[in-house]
């Protein structure tokens, strides 16, 4: 098998080039060239990703840094998930967000206080022969991924509130400035074009509903569920469905732990390839789902709050004239779409949890091979994942998110 097109110095030097802001008399040489792992933590989704180190020597004296560093998102047919790539056009959607969209977000959001990023710099981007994007290394700038992915402590869940409200309230000012997103943002990544391809959602969440029956779940609790057994995608699609009266925001689709960097004072999230345009309730939902289930028992009017008051904060900042969704209409939205909490629910958490995060795991617990079978027994059982779906189950259904 040939290298690919990009794993060699020459491929960078037009990203260094952007990156360092250089004139055409700032002549380099790498001396240097490395391509690795992004992070040890977790692999690709729908993609392969590399970290790539480069030294650089000037040939004339310069301030500008010798020691960089980039992560490569690329393009591939053998990483879990990859069937989806072309299905939802993974590549040219992320490539828009990057090159186009943040840009733009950030120059609406920001004033003469505070210059807002959400997300990394995008420093190239090719098609062929190999399709791939260079990104900035935010850990660069000292930014990381918490160790814990699920079940974040308040300030950073908090935090994460903040910028996604800052997010959601630049797509909504970009839209009356500049017209529609275009289709490729139409769908995310659960629509009528993806059930098929997302089967092993249905399995995820029969064996989920199952372990609930084997415990004898509160019957209050479980019937609710059981309606969807078979039917949850469908009914997801349902619930994205929006009113021509709602507010409507680019969410970024898949909002949890591993797709925020923390740094001291501020944050970037990653991966825009599930970006979709829809109400704003699509990412809270899976964002508490996956990063707040514990908060969700005891905190989730005060965190929806909070995000509401900071949309509200940004929108009037930024002079926006229509109506804004008060936070009673807000809640009630959630309640409208509250199957959405499912799929993470039944999936992402649980598996997190379990300590499940390579693609070989994924592979393994959804198949319906005898090992398949016992792997899931084996996470929905997990005692810790048993204790915090009986504790936010009853919390839920007195929320009336459990319909």
């Known amino acids: 098998m040939s290298e690919a097109s990009w794993k060699n110095a020459e491929f960078f030097k037009d990203a260094i080039v952007r990156d360092l802001s250089l004139e055409c008399t700032d002549s380099f040489t790498i001396t240097s060239f490395e391509v690795g792992k992004a992070n040890e933590k977790t692999t690709g989704y729908m993609s392969n990703i590399y970290r790539v180190l480069i030294e650089l020597k000037f040939d004339k004296g310069t301030a500008k840094p010798t020691s960089l560093s980039y992560i490569v998102k690329e393009k591939t047919d053998t990483a879990f998930g990859s069937g989806l790539v072309e299905l939802m056009s993974v590549f040219p959607k992320e490539s828009e967000v990057y090159e186009k969209l943040l ?19 995008v420093f190239k981007i090719t098609t062929n022969p190999d399709t791939v994007i260079v990104l900035e290394d935010l850990s660069r700038g000292l930014f990381r991924m918490r160790e814990k992915s699920f079940n974040l402590p308040v300030t950073d869940v908090k935090r994460i509130l903040e910028k ?3 997010f959601h309230a630049a797509s909504v000012l ?26 092993h959602n249905e399995s995820l969440y029969s064996a989920f509903v199952q372990s609930l029956r084997d415990r004898n779940m509160a019957a209050e609790y479980l019937q609710p569920l059981i ?14 469905q929006v009113h021509h009266s709602e507010l409507k925001v680019l969410n970024h689709g898949d909002l949890w732990p591993n797709n925020v960097m923390f740094g001291t004072d501020d944050l970037r999230f990653l991966d825009f390839q599930t970006a979709s345009y829809g109400s704003p309730v699509v990412d809270l939902l899976f964002l508490f789902a996956t990063s707040a289930t514990e908060l969700m028992c005891d905190s989730l009017e005060e965190l929806l709050q ?43 958490v649980a598996i997190t ?36 779906i009986d504790r936010l189950l009853p919390r839920l259904y007195e929320l009336r998110l459990l319909k």
């Not at 840009?103 to 710099?121: C, D, I, N, S, Y």
């Not at 309606?227 to 994205?240: I, M, P, V």
């Not at 930024?318 to 309640?335: A, F, G, N, V, W």
């Open 306 to 348: 909070y995000y509401h008051e900071h949309l509200i904060k940004t929108l009037q900042h930024m002079q926006y004239c229509k109506s804004i969704p008060t936070y009673t209409e807000l809640l009630d939205q959630m309640r409208r779409r509250s199957v959405l909490l499912l799929p993470p629910l039944s999936e992402a």
């Open 353 to 388: 949890m379990t300590g499940l995060t390579e693609p070989s795991d994924m592979e393994m617990i959804t198949s319906e091979q005898p090992e398949g079978v016992a792997l899931r027994k084996l996470v929905y059982n997990n005692p810790a994942y048993v204790a915090l």
């Open 164 to 166: 996604l409200a800052k």
């Open 103 to 121: 840009p733009a977000f950030e120059r609406l959001v920001q004033h003469e206080k505070e210059t807002v990023r959400f997300g990394p710099k």
């Open 227 to 240: 309606k969807f057994d078979g039917q949850l995608l469908r009914e997801c699609c349902k619930a994205q």
């Open 174 to 199: 970009y839209v009356e400035k500049n017209g529609a997103f275009s289709n490729l943002f139409a769908e995310g990544v659960i629509s009528e074009r993806t059930i098929d391809a997302l089967h």
